[in-house]
């Protein structure tokens, strides 16, 4: 799997990266960058998103 | 190339960091406050609400530039939509024009003597004999300073105090998720209050608010506990479509952020490493205000520092007096307040609508204040709980 950011619904308020329990998430100040070689699926991201932007995908740690 | 020295740096330049810049520079300390955003101020995550004893708790003036709107108190609405309004001295306040405020602050802050750079992102942060070195992607090129300590104000998404070995990771239970819209052309609310609304459909382990900024224009928003099957966008949607007064207004800013309200970092020092505000989690755990914590803190934090640069001791021995301070000035209060979160938890849309309508205005006061003591409170709520045998149990555990 690995986590996917949605750049359109995305208001880059940094709670993902509050929440990320391996610190894979940075915010570039307007942009989120996720390194999938850290992700651990723990799909806290998607619960805290204030606005869903972010969702679980299959294959992007390949 | 020998990366420039200050005596300490400040990360992040939000109301914690901003003032921690000043309060340095007032004490004659070489500062740097560095933030990656290309403007200090916006975008705001927040409903831009401060209390009238943070002004003077931070130093901050009462100007008509960033104070746009004064409030006289809170009405809070039941699940049922019954209402009491509170109205005190010491709920009074302003909505802030944030922006306008953060950019004044800074330019405050250099001119007693701060550095101020934006739009720099610190990317790296390593201790190294003697100093700490940064590395900052300054608009696309790289700039290395190097520090005697770091202040981290570096808010929700604090990467800088984790990487120097300070965990300021959230867990989902502790934080909130807030989505809010700055609207105009709305009508249908109280200008001269918050207007605070309550109950499980509305704001699931939450509130959604509506804080006036004129009379026509308001930040209205929404925060819910941090694992809800919808998103606060979700119910923020909702609140409004199902109000005349705001469905007919418009959007001119949408806003998002995350709240730790589950309780502040027990330890905020390490080496050559002292954290304020969100990063630390200092918020207020019931109603989720952080702006005059965060600056407290901030100034508690730059006093702390500017000892350690006098005594040339930036150890975590030396530093771990901001913990006490902290305890002293406001920690010690934010504990007993996380007991009142969790009693709010507990509480059912039932039992709200039941408190809301059998207490009175100055019962609801009583209850709500930290001064007095708990059998006080209980003889106050008590014929009233009789009925109640679960709410008053949930009271019995959680009030203090
Ligand atoms: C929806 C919502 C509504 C709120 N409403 C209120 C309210 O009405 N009243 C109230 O008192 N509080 C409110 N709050 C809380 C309040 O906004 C925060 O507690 C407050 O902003 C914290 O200030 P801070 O200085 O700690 O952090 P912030 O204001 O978040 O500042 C942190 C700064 O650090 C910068 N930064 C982070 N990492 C780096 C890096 N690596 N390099 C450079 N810069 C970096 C960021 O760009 C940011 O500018 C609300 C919060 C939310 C989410
Ligand atoms: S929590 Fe959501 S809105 Fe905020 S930065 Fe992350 S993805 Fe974007
Ligand atoms: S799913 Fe979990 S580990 Fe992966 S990026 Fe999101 S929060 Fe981090």
């Known amino acids: ?62 | 190339m020998t990366p420039e020295h200050f005596d300490v740096i400040v990360i992040g330049l939000g109301p914690a960091g901003l003032v921690a810049c000043r309060t340095l520079a007032e004490k004659k300390i070489s500062v740097l406050g560095l933030d990656r955003k290309q403007e200090i101020g916006p975008p705001k995550r927040c409903a831009e609400g401060l209390g009238l004893a943070w002004f003077k708790r931070a130093k901050l003036k009462i100007s008509p530039e960033w104070c746009v709107h004064k409030i006289y108190g809170a009405t809070l609405f039941s699940p049922s939509g019954s209402s009491v309004t509170l109205k005190s001295k010491k709920l009074q306040g302003y909505i802030l024009e944030r922006k306008i405020l953060e950019k004044h602050l800074a330019m405050d802050a250099v001119k007693k003597g701060a550095k101020i750079i934006a739009k720099s992102d610190v990317i790296e942060a390593r201790r190294e004999p003697g100093r700490v070195f940064l590395r900052v992607n300054n608009g696309g090129e790289e700039k290395q300073y190097s520090c005697g300590m770091v202040i981290a104000c570096d808010g929700i998404d604090s990467l800088i105090a984790r990487q120097l070995g300070l965990n300021t990771t959230n867990k989902l239970v502790d934080v909130d998720s807030g989505c809010q819209y700055e609207m105009t052309g709305i009508s249908g609310y109280d200008p001269a209050v918050l207007n605070i609304y309550f109950g499980t459909d509305v704001a699931p382990r939450g509130y959604a608010w509506i804080f006036p900024k004129r009379k026509d224009t308001a930040n209205v928003g929404i925060g819910i506990g941090g694992m809800q099957k919808e998103t606060a966008k979700y119910y923020l949607d909702k609140f409004i479509a199902s109000r005349q007064g705001l469905a007919k207004g418009s959007v001119i800013e949408a806003n998002a952020g995350i709240i730790p309200v589950g309780g502040f970092l027990e330890n905020m020092a390490k080496d050559s490493l002292l954290v304020a505000g969100d990063a630390a989690h200092h918020v207020d755990p019931v109603h989720g205000g952080g702006i005059g914590i965060a600056m407290e803190a901030g100034i508690l934090a730059a006093n702390v520092a500017a000892e350690a640069v006098h005594k040339k001791d930036f150890s975590e021995k030396f530093l771990s007096r901001y913990n006490k301070l902290w305890y002293e000035t406001r920690g010690n209060e934010l504990k007993k307040k996380l007991r009142v979160r969790h009693l709010l938890e507990q509480l059912s849309n039932d039992d709200f609508n039941y408190l809301a309508d059998s207490l009175t205005i100055e019962e609801v006061m009583k209850i709500a204040s930290a001064d007095l003591d708990k059998p006080t409170k209980l003889i106050i709520l008590g014929k009233k709980l009789v009925k109640r045998p679960g709410l008053a149990k949930i009271m019995l555990k959680y009030l203090n």
């Open chain 1, 1 to 62: 799997m690995g986590a996917k950011n949605n750049p359109q619904k995305c208001l880059y308020c940094g709670g993902c990266v509050g929440v990320c329990p391996v610190s894979a998430i940075k915010l570039d100040e307007t942009r989120i960058a996720i390194d999938n070689a850290k992700c651990i699926d723990c799909s806290a991201c998607i619960l805290i998103c204030p606005v869903g932007a972010n969702e679980l995908v299959k294959g992007l740690k390949e």
